[in-house]
């Protein structure tokens, strides 16, 4: 069976596992005090263009998020998402959990809107019974999206503006970051990131890492006494060297781009090959999650070698499937399914 | 810099690094449905010598105390805990932000007794206004302890008699659990905590692993849809197979009960050399944890070369320190640290 | 100002101010335990046909669903609830500050069909990925809904058998109960609310009294230990007898029953003089909630003597509004506006 | 039975239930926004001669104690009371249920040093691993206490001092506050709690009202939004004019501070009996509650005709008990218990 369901089937980066073995019997203090994390903390807020941004490093997604939201929010606030966001869709209510509610925002494409962020806000300040409703305290993105989606500058310039005016901290999630910046229309440098987002995550579970996220603070007041946020949520590593020293490997020399961009390339040979086959697509995607709408038939056929994942039923007799590359993903597998998709 | 300070100050047992080495590339499932998980959960089972039981694997302690926690409680119940135990006084509050109030019960070593359960249960069973407090709703133990020491059978046994008679589920917190079963007077093995104990879990953060702890539930009333709470959590790993492949390696040909030994070994060098010396000891510990009563001018000379933690102070001219021992400590420093005492 | 924008502008029915006057220094004990509460109990049980129902009562709305709810479920479990429901509309996030998503269905008319439950149970169970998704564990309704429509015995029913297969508790919101029972159409009686939900509330607030409302536990699987949840969240009145002198009086000679009638009498006023004039309604309410779609100049007009609520804009010329009637309206203001809306 | 075991055992001021009855069908606007709490607002501003304070009306001092504390403390914040504190012990885990850990320090009069805030301040930042402890994140006190104590200006001042140098806005629990007033040692008045306090509430539950309490913010810094968090919690009352107009009863012609007197002359008449007895206390209280520490025998005698409090064991033959009295107790009443008491 060859996986295309998910981004996070292998391991990590072989340099990673390589850095892990030089370091292991060194002896560090703990709970991400150490040099490793230090070091690699100095590499992102270079590649950030930010000196002063603070960053920590955590395990896993949900906890990212999950402790961002939490963190910022008042208890009556809820978190403006779109309604296809991650928080809203897979977290098993991780955020309520918390105690606050998603106010999911209807989306096509995964993507959240500045006029839709200006609408929602308006309406709330506007009920006479706003009272009686949880009012808007941020906004949550992903980028890429959970479709594959992605912001271009000018949205997210203007997704920050409306955030700015209305004191909306924005967060993005980048559980795929590297796979949007690696996407042929990308219009993002770490730096518009940095500048136009609050607080974000470099997701790096996804992107070659073993595990981890690093979430980077910006906006200087959500800075504040974070490290009691992540330890209280289980979310401080004993030995949190662990994630710097994978996050060190993963901004030496470029390396994060560069393993990101081997997932778009073969993510844009399925796209190709699907397009030429005259399949249409769920979304639009141009990073590497890929949502072509294949013939059931072409999808059992598929289903026998590969692994991939059904995500709508499109009519009686297509359906829209996502195929996944990753960082890690093997150029002869793609070759495999691309052969297979033309033999239909 | 020697340290002493904590047990988890190096990364992990080399044949672990060398297994993930071996397996990097291999494709898997995510979420620990991978074969990894499967195979290191059957070892579990065998050396529990129970084949029913569930068993999880979350990144951290704090998060398995927090999950399995609140996966048991009713909104209106508390944990009954030693007022030192971990949860009491080094997570951040995280049990009360799920919730629940830690039910704190005065300890002088660390241990929990049967008759303070029960003493307990039945104030608050007769108390006229029980409703206005927080039920008892179970028992959290660590063992051992934070303070080094450990449950007898015959302790263990009679908590576990009294919390099946109050319907009061026994939860052990086992982040040191390896260094528990290696101390001289240990008289527990894992077949009688899996009977003892409703839930528990080994821990991997401290004794051998990367990261990682292995929950274990016995009690089939609590096994229902647990990992909904560890999605719920952010404690479910995508690359589930790194806490499979490690806790399967632990569990291989008795890794982790003999990487435990070491650390007791030279924990007990520590002991004695103290004891030869005339230092007294602020708790009776047999395991990897040793709590002397130093001359704060020994101490100040040791603070030099080696890091260690000043635990409580004594009196005006000596002060109780907490030495840590673990798998990877090497001879060599104990015999330096040991040579360093003795000169004084 | 004519009010009729809710259905709690006034006090109480003069015969609980009456018996509060006559009570008032007489000394009972606290927290709900007086025979006040005794007494009113009975006579809740009486009319339900159900000896062994529990009963207890609190302050308001609000508190009632959040303390069901979050007494009921498990914390990785949402409420399935309407779109339109009281919990995912009104209440400030109240059911997720307790930890909990409210699993909202599109409604048009503010009711919840047993096949949209069925629907909603299936596909999480048969979701793969369902663990990452919170699972439903109750189904909450409003009868009458917060759109004036109400349930039909045979509605109730089949709701009532749903929950039931899936092992959902079914929770009816009962803050208007009484105008439900009233209504014309109506085939409900109490003692088939107690024998097809398993806990539901009967209004007091909108309804006669000061302030209250009475919660009924059918379910034996429900009662244990409620009052803990009662007094964690801040329901217990010290002065308990306040809410159970309320309801002895509302349930003597079926009181509640009759001047809930009042209410429905004159919303049908209100109903017969928009159909003549040939206004369309936004609901098609039997109960004292009406939702005409009147024309903005009347609307315009109306609202210099009369308060109301604009619901929701129809069209460029004519808004839906709200018009609440309550046991308190009186005849001469309903036929004061009757005549405004006729002289248009 | 004539009772003397709480503080709550009538119903309300006769001039409350004539109000309430000559308002009763007068048509308000819901939700606390009516003329009536306007009206009891700007009494109560007068009193505290502060016209810039934001009032605030719930239903009860459990409900006034969560709303306050979850509103103001950062989740991985604790709030500092003594461990007699009603938070700590009689709510049942209220403030846990909101996420926070009450930092209970040891009381042996129920009242908090400004020596002890600095302390446990001071302690906690300078611990090291204080990231790994939830944060002090306001004060709490009641005055007078759970055991009739009370604070002077000077320690109020103290406290107020301590609070401010370490930004921990100070709350303090007035559940009984009129009866502190009423103490013949009373230094302070309600512009100095005005001025010393960030937030407080007036209590009305045990002092004359059928329930409610009136919180008064006078920190700017903790107005904001608090309506949004009385809603969340579900203490938003419709009808919110009847704690208007109860407020507005209560502050008419210094009613609230006339009745309180009445019980304080009381329970000064029972302090003194037992005194002469040779009775000795277990708390030296000037307020409404006494708890002298009786013969076994006297109590059982006692008990045959009054209801009062068994507090705590003293020896063998003797048991501290706690005496309420109240605006509504009668003084035949209290004659006849001091007569039993003079008997013995």
Redo the contacts between chains.
């Keep these: 069976?060859?996986?295309f369901?998910?981004d996070?089937?292998?391991?990590?980066h072989?340099s990673i596992?390589k850095r892990?073995?030089e370091?292991?019997?060194?002896?560090?203090?703990?709970?991400g005090t150490d040099d490793f994390c230090k070091s690699a903390k100095e590499k992102i807020k270079k590649i950030c263009k930010n000196e002063n941004c603070d960053i920590h490093f955590v395990?896993?997604?949900?906890?990212?998020?999950?402790?961002v939201i939490?963190?910022i929010l008042?208890?009556?606030q809820?978190v403006i998402s779109a309604d296809t966001g991650h928080i809203n869709?897979?977290?098993?209510?991780?955020i309520?959990?918390?105690?606050?509610?998603?106010l999911a925002i209807k989306s096509g494409d995964g993507k959240l809107k500045a006029a839709q962020v200006q609408e929602v806000y308006e309406a709330h300040i506007n009920d006479p019974?706003h009272?009686?409703?949880?009012?808007p305290g941020m906004v949550y993105i992903s980028h890429p999206t959970e479709n594959g989606t992605t912001y271009s500058k000018e949205e997210l310039s203007a997704l920050s503006d409306v955030c700015k005016k209305y004191n909306l901290p924005l967060f993005m999630d980048g559980a795929r970051l590297g796979y949007g910046l690696a996407a042929a229309d990308n219009t993002l440098n770490m730096n518009d990131i940095a500048k136009l987002c609050d607080i974000f995550y470099i997701g790096g579970?996804?992107v070659g890492a073993?595990?981890g996220e690093a979430i980077v603070i910006t906006n200087p007041a959500l800075k504040k006494?974070f490290?009691?946020?992540i330890?209280?949520?289980?979310?401080?590593?004993?030995?949190g060297?662990?994630l710097g020293i994978q996050f060190d490997v993963l901004f030496e020399d470029g390396l994060y781009f560069e393993i990101s961009k081997n997932a778009v390339e073969l993510a844009m040979l399925i796209k190709e090959t699907c397009q030429n086959k005259g399949f249409k697509f769920r979304y639009e995607s141009t990073t590497n999650q890929q949502f072509p709408i294949l013939p059931n038939s072409l999808i059992e056929e598929l289903s026998k070698k590969y692994?991939f994942y059904p995500w709508e039923k499109y009519d009686e007799n297509n359906t829209a499937v996502r195929f996944c590359t990753s960082w890690?993903t093997a150029k002869e597998n793609v070759q495999a399914l691309v052969e297979d998709i033309n033999k239909f």
């Design positions: 069976m060859l996986r369901e998910c996070y089937a292998e391991g990590a072989p596992l892990l073995m370091t292991n019997m060194m002896q560090t203090p703990g709970y395990s896993g997604g949900t906890q990212a998020n999950l402790i939490s963190s008042k208890p009556y809820g869709t897979h977290e098993t209510g991780a309520e959990a918390t105690g606050h509610k998603v019974n009272e009686h409703v949880p009012a579970t996804k073993l595990f006494d490290r009691y946020n330890k209280q949520r289980g979310a401080m590593l004993a030995k060297r662990m692994a890690a």
